[in-house]
């Protein structure tokens, strides 16, 4: 049997309802019209760029002021390659309104005013979602088996984030030394 490539057929617009701040149950949700993109069109919009890279700056580890080692995190790349999606697949906002009253209304507009939460819920979707139907996209869910009954607690713990243009530095410990080596 030849291959078939399941989803909706690229190019086709559905809406979209966030799920970020309780929107499914506002009486008036954030609805957003996206546009299908062809399996080339995620690759294009993926680029070559890295979405996030995790360094020990200068090949050396830094420490903060209790001698934890910190891990900075680059998000910039995930941020733009964030708003490429946004603006070339949302067709249409409906009622979204920016800081000092102004109505978000396309993909340009969410992508420069949109709420960090509700612009990563919609990637997601249009990346991620949008490859399979609804019947498979549940299916594929169920039969996942990713998500344990229970989860052990991780040895690490993030203390503290400070952020500094597109650069996240969070201290962590109980980091192993190995990692390091």
């Known amino acids: 049997m030849a291959r078939k490539i399941s989803g909706y057929r690229p190019g086709s617009v559905?809406?979209?309802?966030?799920?970020?701040?309780?929107?499914?149950a506002?009486?008036?949700?954030?609805?957003?019209?996206?546009?299908y993109p062809s399996e080339g069109?995620?690759?294009e919009m993926q680029g070559d760029d890295e979405v996030a890279r995790f360094s020990i700056a200068d090949g050396k580890v830094r420490v903060?002021?209790?001698?934890?080692p910190m891990i900075e995190v680059d998000v910039g790349p995930?941020?733009?390659?964030?708003?490429?999606?946004?603006?070339?697949?949302?067709?249409?906002?409906?009622?979204?309104?920016?800081a000092g009253g102004e109505p978000i209304t396309n993909g340009?507009?969410?992508?420069a005013h949109g709420e960090l939460e509700i612009i990563t819920e919609v990637v997601r979707e249009i990346m991620e979602s949008l490859s399979l139907t609804e019947s498979e996209a549940k299916k594929s869910a169920a039969s996942s088996g990713s998500t344990p009954a229970g989860t052990q607690a991780s040895s690490g713990v993030a203390e503290?984030?400070?952020e500094t243009g597109s650069r996240l530095i969070e201290t962590v410990e109980a980091v192993p030394a190995t990692l390091f080596m």
């Open 78 to 98: 995930m941020t733009k390659r964030n708003h490429r999606v946004v603006e070339r697949c949302v067709v249409a906002v409906r009622n979204y309104t920016a």
């Open 160 to 162: 503290s984030v400070s």
């Open 64 to 68: 903060d002021d209790t001698g934890s």
């Open 14 to 24: 559905r809406e979209y309802i966030p799920r970020a701040y309780g929107n499914r």
């Open 41 to 43: 069109d995620k690759r």
């Open 26 to 35: 506002d009486p008036e949700p954030v609805a957003i019209d996206i546009r």
């Open 108 to 111: 340009r507009e969410l992508a």
